[in-house]
């Protein structure tokens, strides 16, 4: 009998660990990078839009841009309500936001690109770019998220993404100065205040003359 109890407690044990909460991940933010600066290579990636074509990341050189692992069925999703309202108060500014849509965490992102596109434009009003969706853990991460998370992009910024709406900043050269916790809303003091900074910090010439 004990033996059971040992085993199931231990069985328990590992269950909590493999469904992580969201939030395990603290804040972390850098200084927006001065000019002048050679891109850091986080935007050096192509990827495919939600519905299908190829889209180059360089094309946003110059912008500061946050990139988001999303999901439909979570209980962040809601944050996509804050997204659009971020996106939209700094869009004519610089800023731009990038969902990536992904299914690593309890199959909550289980729907077609299709499904998702619709579930985003008629639920959330979604206007900023939404890509494929993707896998931002495991053995077939996504290059991107290799970069972000395996310490390319900074050391301070590694490890692995905890749950949906993990949230990377990367600053008008390309680099990533921020990562923040799923439950750190878009509109949190700390976020808002990292992506004015960004955007108030001029860029290299490379990345003013991509903008």
Known sequence: ????????????????????????????????????????????????????????????????????????????????TALESTYEKYKDKGFVIIGFPANNFGSQEPGTNEEIRQFCTSKYNVTFPMMSKISVKGGDKHPLYKFLTEGKAGEDFAGDIEWNFAKFLVDRNGNVIARFASKTTPDSPQLTAAVEKALAAEPSKAAARAE
Not at 32 to 47: E, H, I, N, R
Not at 63 to 73: I, Y
């Open 1 to 80: 009998m004990v033996r059971k109890l040992l085993a199931f407690a231990v069985a328990a044990g590992v269950g909590v660990v493999a469904l992580a909460k969201p939030g395990d991940v603290k804040d972390t933010v850098k200084e927006p990078t001065k000019m002048p600066a050679k891109s850091g290579g986080a935007l050096d990636f192509t990827v495919k839009t939600i519905d299908g074509q190829e889209k180059k990341l360089s094309d946003y050189h110059g912008k500061v841009v946050l990139l988001v692992n999303v999901a439909s069925k979570c209980g962040l999703t809601p944050q996509y």
